[in-house]
Structures are given as structure tokens and as C-alpha cells.
């Protein structure tokens, strides 16, 4: 795959990262060297193998529907920037 | 019509758990804001989401309730997206492997039994809810994470009753396993639709538009209903239906875009790292299967067995499960073998009792004992009292909570059929219209309603009509 100007700003935009001219045109180069090197795969043949989606050994963690106490209100908002009463404060959202 | 519509259908139902689907934060509704938080539903780094045990059983149940195939293995996704009230910048869902596939659901419409495709079945969590002030924007996550499961039909819908009709049938079977409320004003059902018009005979689907934002079964019926209407006129004046998110304003009856310059959609879904995979033994599958009850369809099909019930009459009671136990009780208690007398009056007076007090239409709601209602349909039968003056009786019974033969009683509503004591009004009757008397002679039956109605007025609605008006008849041959 091709790693062009327009890649590198669509996953800065899906990111939300603002880059540089200077910064998308390196990206572009080191993306492309991190996908040739993964697409060295695509030359394994891989036709009897399920994706792998998890490397450990461990399946069927559950837990009981059972409540435990949740965090205090102080404490849920300790770190927000900007708090009102007991909510989150955010930019306003328009549709 | 040139035209036909294509419906598919996106249903999320909130599963019914104490805790939510990954951390042990109460589900409860209501709640003072961000109350129920943790640093899980939180999404602060470093935690470890766990599979609520409950969510898992209650996705399987409704899976093979919906007769989707249950995948053996399964796990869960990240779907990658920014929004304020999603606290860890991606939702957890399931992409790939969902715990049911390839389900369907029967539905009865106009015409007949119609079976629609169910897609896929799969788990994700719930967002968090926005409240929007005129400065700021404000997050309570008490919802973040609550378990959904999302239901996604094949397009095999092609008016808005029958998108209506899987609608109630999928809450209706939903609401007999006891696993979810599925009330879609308060939000523990929502509902978004593909909607797609083609020419008929054509195969190939047409360009889609998704509407959101309907908050009622009958938003569902009428935002569809527009869409249609509006597709189709658009494409007759030569317009072409864009690829958009519509939203429905139930207040003024429209559909309208968006309009948000939203990028082509690009969730980047990967594995969750920090869930590790789910494998179900048929075992255990079939242990859940064990407990599913007799699903709605089944319950119709039994009542029209056992009971000579008609299809449509069966479908209207099974809707809701503690009124299908109900009705059922009440064709038990009723004596003799055609269950039809009682059954009138279960989705007669009786269903439009508890659609005037109860908004929802439940008939437990009323409170009426099932030998309390065989009583009164006792009376009407035995024609003691008249088929109306059976309904002001029930009305009566729900409000007062007494017996029919009491209210009867205390009202003194028996009717009268001895001919003896109705002679005596009808000759009055007689008397007193002399010009209808003469009309129902010439010829005009309608004169005779009308000199029944008389007799009816004066005995206070007491007088057995049947009676009288073969009395009149006689009295005037
Ligand atoms: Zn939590």
C-alpha cells in the first residue's frame, strides 16, 4: 500500500492530529517503511489459519451481575477540566 | 405503484442486568449524574474491562430465540470514534464474530405469516448521555456502558406495517424471556431503519438513507411512511436519494438530513486486547436453550389448538406474556367448550378498559380476577343483563373492585325478560306512537328499532331487547 499525503492526513484527521507539511511528508516515508515490513506477511501463506485476535492462552473471563460501590462524585470529576455541578463540562456540541 | 420500499431494521434493546456490561457499576435508572462511574466506564487507562456473565446468557437466550446460529467462539471489537459522551474514544462492540447469526423472525402481516431475516445479534456497550445548555455541553456517564445488544434484520421489509409488525413481534418475543424491557419511550428500545425505494420486479437494492431518532412504534410507522413517500417523489422529479442520516421531527412529521460533512465512516475495528475471547460448549448453549419459555408464536399456535381460538383473536393475546397467562386462565375457568364469549370480552371491553387507563393496554393491570370476569360474562350469557349494560358493569368492577353480582345487585340492573311485566310497557308504547306503529305495518322495519328503543328508554335499559321486539312483533302481526 502507498502511503501518500492524503493517507497520512485522513488518519491525522481520524486522530484528530493537526501535522505539519514538513511532518505529513516524513510520516509518509516512515509509514511506508512500517508497512512494507508488516507486508513481508503477505508472502506467508495463511490459507488454513483463523486470524489471530488474541495471543494468550486464557478464554471465558466472566464476572457475576453482582454491583459494587462506584466512585465518589469528587472523585469522578477530580481530573475534569471543567466541571459543572455533578456533570462533565464539554465544548458545546452542535449537529 | 412504480415503486417499492425497502426496509431493514436496526433495534437496540438495553438487557436487562444490575450491573453494567463490563465493570460492576449499577444499571439502575435515574440516578444523580455520574454516580454510577468507575474508572472502567470511565475509561481511564490502565483498566481491565469484564464480561458481565448475565449479558453473555441473556444475548444467547435472545439469539436462539430469534433461531440465529450461536457462534461457539466469540469476542469483542473496538470500533474507534470520537464523540463527548463515548469516555474511552472507542466503543466496545462486536464486529466480526458476533454471538448470533442467521436468525429470523415470523411476523404476521396483512394477508398472511412472513418470515424477515435477522442478520446478526451482537453485544456492544451504551454511551454516555449530552445535555445541551446554551454555552457548554454537559456528560453524565451513569449510561456508559450499560449492556445493549443490537439486532440487525436483513432489508426483507417492504412497507412500514410490516417494519411495525417485527417491531412488536421482536419486543413481544424479547419481553417473554424476561431479559430486556423493551420500552421504547423511556429509551430501553430504540430503533434505526435503512430505508431504500427500487422499481418494482427490480432486485438490486437502491441508495439508502438511515433514519434515526424515532422515539414510538408509531414514529417507526409514520418517519417510514414519509421517507417513502419522499424518496419516491424525489426520484420522480428526477432527483437522486443520496447516501445520508436522516432524523425524524415526529412534531412535524419530516424526515431532514443531517447535513453533518460527515467523512465516509471509519471505525479502524480491531480486537479487544483486554477481553480475551469467549468459547461456549454446546453444553452450555443448550442448558440456555432449556430455559427459554414458549415464545408468543408458539403460544398462538397452542391457543388456536386447544382453545379453537381464531389466529387473529390468539395473536392479540399473546402480545404481552402476563396477559397471554391471564386470558389463558380465564378460557380455563370459563365453562363449556366454545371459549369465544370470553374471549370477545378479553379483547373487547376488557382491552379497551386497560388501553384508556393504562396507556400500555395490559389487562392485569385491572385487576379483574379471572373468576370475577367469568362471573359477569355468566350474567351477559345467561342474558340477566344486556351486552352494554355488561360493560358499565366491568367499568364498575374495575373501579370498585366488587363483584358483578354485587353491582348488578346494588344497581338493580337485572334484566327484565318476563313477558308478563314488559307487556305492560310495550301496550303503552303502542299507544303513545301511533305513527311508527302505523310505518312498521307498511312495511318499514326500521320503525320497529325504533319502538324497541322506546321500550329500552322507559325500562331504563333494563328490558331484554331480544325479548322485547319479538313481543312487538307479535303484538303488531
Ligand atoms: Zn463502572
Same mark, same amino acid.
Given at each position: &500500500?502507498?502511503?501518500?499525503?492524503?493517507?497520512?492526513?485522513?488518519?491525522?484527521?481520524?486522530?484528530?492530529?493537526?501535522?505539519?507539511?514538513?511532518?505529513?511528508?516524513?510520516? @509518509?516515508?516512515?509509514?511506508?517503511?512500517?508497512?512494507?515490513?508488516?507486508? @513481508?506477511?503477505?508472502?506467508?501463506?495463511?490459507?488454513?489459519?483463523?486470524? $489471530?485476535s488474541?495471543?494468550?492462552?486464557?478464554?471465558?473471563?466472566?464476572?457475576?451481575?453482582?454491583?459494587?460501590?462506584?466512585?465518589?462524585?469528587?472523585?469522578?470529576?477530580?481530573? @475534569?477540566?471543567?466541571?459543572?455541578?455533578?456533570?462533565?463540562?464539554?465544548?458545546?456540541? +452542535?449537529? | 405503484?412504480? #415503486?417499492?420500499a425497502?426496509?431493514? =431494521?436496526e433495534?437496540?434493546?438495553?438487557?436487562?442486568?444490575? $450491573?453494567?456490561?463490563?465493570? *460492576?457499576?449499577?444499571t439502575?435508572? /435515574?440516578?444523580?449524574?455520574?454516580?454510577?462511574?468507575?474508572?472502567?466506564?470511565?475509561?481511564?487507562?490502565?483498566?481491565?474491562?469484564?464480561?458481565?456473565?448475565t449479558? =453473555?446468557?441473556?444475548?444467547?437466550?435472545?439469539?436462539?430465540?430469534?433461531?440465529?446460529?450461536?457462534?461457539?467462539?466469540?469476542?469483542?471489537?473496538?470500533?474507534?470514534?470520537?464523540?463527548?459522551?463515548?469516555?474511552?474514544?472507542?466503543q466496545?462492540?462486536?464486529?466480526?464474530?458476533?454471538?448470533?447469526?442467521?436468525?429470523?423472525?415470523?411476523?404476521?402481516?396483512?394477508?398472511?405469516?412472513?418470515?424477515?431475516?435477522?442478520?446478526?445479534?451482537?453485544?456492544?456497550?451504551?454511551? *454516555?448521555k449530552?445535555?445541551?445548555?446554551?454555552?457548554?455541553?454537559?456528560?453524565?456517564?451513569?449510561?456508559?456502558?450499560?449492556?445493549?445488544?443490537?439486532?440487525?434484520?436483513?432489508?426483507?421489509? #417492504?412497507?412500514?406495517?410490516?417494519?411495525?409488525?417485527?417491531?412488536?413481534?421482536?419486543?413481544?418475543?424479547?419481553? #417473554?424471556?424476561?431479559?430486556?424491557?423493551?420500552? &421504547?419511550?423511556?429509551?430501553?428500545?430504540?430503533?434505526?431503519?435503512?430505508?431504500? +425505494?427500487?422499481?418494482? !420486479?427490480?432486485r438490486?437494492?437502491?441508495?439508502?438513507?438511515?433514519?434515526?431518532?424515532?422515539?414510538?412504534?408509531? !414514529?417507526?410507522?409514520?418517519?417510514?411512511?414519509?421517507?417513502?413517500k419522499?424518496?419516491?417523489?424525489?426520484?420522480?422529479? !428526477? !432527483?437522486?436519494?443520496?447516501?445520508?442520516?436522516?432524523?425524524?421531527?415526529?412534531?412535524?412529521?419530516k $424526515?431532514f438530513? &443531517?447535513?453533518?460533512?460527515?467523512?465516509?465512516?471509519?471505525?479502524?475495528?480491531?480486537?479487544?486486547?483486554?477481553?480475551?475471547?469467549?468459547? &461456549?460448549?454446546?453444553?452450555?448453549?443448550?442448558?440456555?436453550?432449556? $430455559?427459554?419459555?414458549?415464545?408468543?408464536?408458539?403460544?398462538?399456535?397452542?391457543?388456536i389448538?386447544? #382453545? *379453537?381460538l381464531s389466529?387473529?383473536?390468539?395473536?392479540?393475546?399473546?402480545?404481552?406474556?402476563?396477559?397471554?397467562?391471564?386470558?389463558?386462565?380465564?378460557?380455563?375457568?370459563?365453562? /363449556?367448550?366454545?371459549?369465544?364469549?370470553?374471549?370477545?370480552? =378479553?379483547?373487547g371491553?376488557?382491552?379497551?378498559?386497560?388501553?384508556?387507563?393504562?396507556?400500555?393496554?395490559?389487562?392485569?393491570?385491572? /385487576?379483574?380476577?379471572?373468576?370475577?370476569?367469568?362471573?359477569?360474562? /355468566?350474567?351477559?350469557?345467561?342474558?340477566?343483563?344486556?351486552?352494554?349494560?355488561?360493560?358499565?358493569?366491568?367499568?364498575?368492577?374495575?373501579?370498585?373492585?366488587?363483584?358483578?353480582?354485587? +353491582?348488578?345487585?346494588?344497581?338493580?340492573?337485572?334484566?327484565?325478560?318476563?313477558t *308478563?311485566s314488559?307487556?305492560?310497557?310495550?301496550?303503552?308504547? +303502542?299507544?303513545?306512537?301511533?305513527?311508527?306503529?302505523?310505518?312498521?305495518?307498511?312495511?318499514?322495519?326500521?320503525?320497529?328499532?325504533?319502538?324497541?328503543?322506546?321500550?329500552?328508554?322507559?325500562?331504563?335499559?333494563?328490558?331484554?331487547?331480544?325479548?322485547?321486539?319479538?313481543?312487538?312483533?307479535?303484538?303488531?302481526?
Open positions: &500500500m502507498a502511503i501518500n499525503k492524503e493517507v497520512v492526513d485522513h488518519v491525522a484527521y481520524l486522530a484528530r492530529i493537526r501535522l505539519s507539511d514538513e511532518e505529513t511528508v516524513r510520516l @509518509a516515508q516512515q509509514l511506508e517503511g512500517i508497512v512494507a515490513f508488516i507486508d @513481508a506477511l503477505k508472502n506467508v501463506n495463511v490459507e488454513h489459519i483463523s486470524p $489471530t488474541h495471543i494468550l492462552p486464557v478464554q471465558n473471563v466472566l464476572r457475576d451481575d453482582v454491583p459494587v460501590r462506584s466512585l465518589p462524585i469528587d472523585k469522578v470529576l477530580v481530573n @475534569a477540566p471543567q466541571p459543572e455541578g455533578d456533570f462533565f463540562g464539554v465544548p458545546k456540541i +452542535i449537529e | 405503484m412504480k #415503486y417499492e425497502v426496509i431493514g =431494521l433495534v437496540h434493546v438495553q438487557l436487562k442486568t444490575n $450491573t453494567k456490561i463490563f465493570c *460492576g457499576c449499577s439502575e435508572f /435515574g440516578r444523580e449524574p455520574n454516580s454510577q462511574v468507575c474508572p472502567v466506564c470511565l475509561g481511564f487507562p490502565g483498566v481491565l474491562p469484564v464480561l458481565n456473565k449479558v =453473555l446468557e441473556h444475548a444467547v437466550k435472545i439469539s436462539l430465540a430469534l433461531d440465529c446460529s450461536v457462534q461457539e467462539y466469540t469476542k469483542f471489537d473496538r470500533k474507534n470514534y470520537f464523540y463527548p459522551d463515548l469516555p474511552k474514544d472507542f466496545i462492540s462486536q464486529y466480526d464474530l458476533p454471538v448470533g447469526r442467521d436468525g429470523f423472525l415470523d411476523i404476521t402481516v396483512e394477508g398472511g405469516e412472513k418470515r424477515v431475516g435477522i442478520l446478526r445479534v451482537h453485544l456492544e456497550e451504551d454511551a *454516555g449530552l445535555i445541551h445548555k446554551d454555552d457548554i455541553s454537559l456528560v453524565d456517564f451513569n449510561r456508559a456502558g450499560v449492556p445493549l445488544l443490537e439486532i440487525v434484520s436483513r432489508p426483507e421489509m #417492504y412497507s412500514p406495517e410490516e417494519a411495525h409488525a417485527y417491531l412488536t413481534a421482536l419486543k413481544s418475543a424479547i419481553e #417473554y424471556l424476561d431479559v430486556a424491557d423493551c420500552d &421504547m419511550e423511556k429509551g430501553s428500545l430504540r430503533c434505526d431503519a435503512n430505508v431504500s +425505494i427500487r422499481p418494482r !420486479g427490480e438490486e437494492l437502491g441508495t439508502k438513507a438511515e433514519v434515526k431518532n424515532m422515539n414510538s412504534f408509531k !414514529g417507526v410507522k409514520d418517519a417510514l411512511a414519509y421517507e417513502i419522499r424518496q419516491i417523489e424525489s426520484v420522480e422529479n !428526477g !432527483g437522486k436519494i443520496i447516501q445520508e442520516t436522516r432524523l425524524w421531527d415526529a412534531k412535524n412529521g $424526515t438530513s &443531517m447535513r453533518s460533512k460527515e467523512e465516509a465512516k471509519d471505525y479502524r475495528y480491531f480486537p479487544e486486547p483486554d477481553l480475551p475471547p469467549f468459547v &461456549m460448549t454446546l453444553e452450555n448453549i443448550r442448558k440456555i436453550k432449556e $430455559t427459554i419459555p414458549e415464545l408468543p408464536r408458539e403460544k398462538a399456535a397452542r391457543f389448538r386447544e #382453545y *379453537g389466529a387473529y383473536d390468539a395473536g392479540i393475546l399473546v402480545v404481552n406474556k402476563k396477559d397471554a397467562e391471564y386470558a389463558e386462565e380465564c378460557m380455563r375457568a370459563y365453562p /363449556g367448550e366454545n371459549k369465544k364469549p370470553v374471549v370477545n370480552w =378479553l379483547i371491553p376488557l382491552l379497551s378498559e386497560a388501553n384508556n387507563r393504562t396507556g400500555g393496554g395490559e389487562l392485569t393491570a385491572l /385487576g379483574i380476577l379471572p373468576e370475577r370476569l367469568i362471573e359477569l360474562v /355468566g350474567f351477559v350469557q345467561a342474558e340477566q343483563i344486556s351486552n352494554l349494560t355488561g360493560k358499565s358493569v366491568l367499568t364498575d368492577m374495575i373501579d370498585t373492585r366488587e363483584s358483578a353480582a354485587d +353491582i348488578i345487585k346494588r344497581r338493580n340492573l337485572i334484566q327484565i325478560s318476563d *308478563g314488559l307487556e305492560t310497557h310495550i301496550e303503552e308504547i +303502542i299507544k303513545a306512537n301511533v305513527q311508527s306503529v302505523e310505518s312498521y305495518k307498511q312495511g318499514k322495519t326500521g320503525a320497529l328499532m325504533f319502538l324497541v328503543g322506546q321500550v329500552m328508554k322507559k325500562t331504563q335499559g333494563k328490558a331484554n331487547p331480544k325479548v322485547v321486539q319479538e313481543l312487538l312483533k307479535k303484538k303488531l302481526a
